[in-house]
């Protein structure tokens, strides 16, 4: 069968920091039909230096005098705000999913909440430490390579290859990576518990700026599953992503585009999220085998639209077929056109009126 497509609905920090509005979008997540609602998790003291600079987007659609510490920290869910979110997730059975930006957001998620799948950003990629400690906790990890060429992507994958393995060391040196790379168990653990997000970290991102085509040399180039992180406006590219093999799709998403904050405006609302997890589902099961062959749905038009070999004009016992006394017509339920050669100059078994199908003993 055709491998489903995760859609997962990203609320990210589309909450406003408000518990109530990340329920509201639980719902909504659900009722759109995406298979997984995900938030963020992170401490601002641990994620952002106190002198940070909020990113160009951000100061666009935010206080551009408030730090990214300031704003990041309005941001926060505590774990008993994730305790109820998981619960309101189990109740309308969407998967609860969260990115974790820091080893105590990591340690919270898998630790304490006991998720196995854990999404990291694309600013996580370079951040070894914290992907190596969640390949040794045996974490499914969803990863974002915004930002990053081929380089460190496979830089990013030899720690999680050297993580994944029995008896990863507690400090592992360069060498160990490049060993564990080379190693054709742990390749193939990464095969079965990575994902990697093709992505364009900008918000929102042009469509001359996505390069869908990457996907297709990074699953060439990695052989892990490839999945897209949309930040395009929208929701065309995220259907084209499908199409061209992608098996997750993660997208911002809102209850209100104009809603302070930043990135409600990247975002999709609620109904654009309904349509585009319907695009999807349709393009998904468009997809289908890569076989060649006639659909069961065909069969009836098949008798109806293909041809057969019919009697041009009356036809006795006896009588030579000929090129001026068969032609090919509908319906397909007679003697197929290919044999049409094999019965020239053959003498007729049987006598025919005008548009009857050739019987196959002529």
Request: a negative charge; proline letters at 5%; aromatic letters at 6%.
């Amino acid at each position: 069968m055709p491998r489903n497509v995760l859609v997962i609905a990203e609320a990210g920090v589309n909450h406003n920091g408000s518990l109530d509005l990340a329920l509201q979008m639980v719902d909504a997540a659900a009722d759109a039909g995406a298979d997984a609602v995900k938030f963020q998790t992170f401490t601002a003291q641990n994620l952002v230096s106190v002198t940070a600079p909020k990113a160009s987007y951000q100061k666009q659609s935010t206080d551009p005098d408030e730090s990214q510490f300031e704003m990041l920290k309005s941001l926060e869910i505590s774990v008993e705000d994730h305790l109820a979110l998981m619960q309101a997730c189990d109740k309308r059975a969407i998967a609860f999913l969260s990115s974790a930006f820091d080893h105590q957001s990591l340690a919270l998620l898998n630790g304490t909440l006991g998720l196995s799948s854990i999404k990291f950003g694309s600013g996580e990629l370079t951040n070894a430490p914290l992907l190596y400690d969640a390949a040794r906790r045996g974490c499914e990890i969803m990863i974002s390579s915004g930002m990053a060429g081929l380089g460190e992507i496979e830089k990013a994958l030899q720690v999680l290859a050297l993580g994944y393995g029995d008896n990863a060391p507690d400090l592992p040196q360069p060498e160990d990576f490049v060993a564990a790379w080379a190693d054709p168990e742990r390749r193939s653990a990464l095969r079965e518990r990575v994902t990697l997000f093709h992505c364009t970290s900008q918000y929102p991102a042009p469509f001359n700026a996505v390069n869908l085509r990457a996907m297709n040399t990074i699953k060439a180039a990695f052989g892990v599953n490839i999945g897209y992180s949309d930040h395009t406006s929208g929701t065309i590219v995220s259907v084209a992503a499908v199409a061209r093999g992608a098996t997750a799709i993660e997208k911002h998403f809102t209850l209100a585009k104009n809603m302070p904050g930043p990135d409600h405006a990247a975002s999709l609302e609620p109904d654009e999220l309904k349509q585009m997890v319907d695009d999807i589902r349709c393009v998904s099961s468009a997809l289908g085998y890569p076989v060649k062959n006639i659909a069961p749905c065909e069969f009836d038009t098949a008798l109806v639209a293909k041809k057969s070999i019919v009697a041009a004009t009356n036809i006795e016992i006896g009588d030579r077929f000929s090129e001026q006394n068969l032609t090919i017509k509908r319906p397909g339920t007679g003697m197929t056109p290919d044999k049409y050669w094999m019965l020239l100059n053959q003498h007729a078994t049987s006598s025919y009126e005008m548009d009857d199908l050739i019987k196959e003993d002529g």
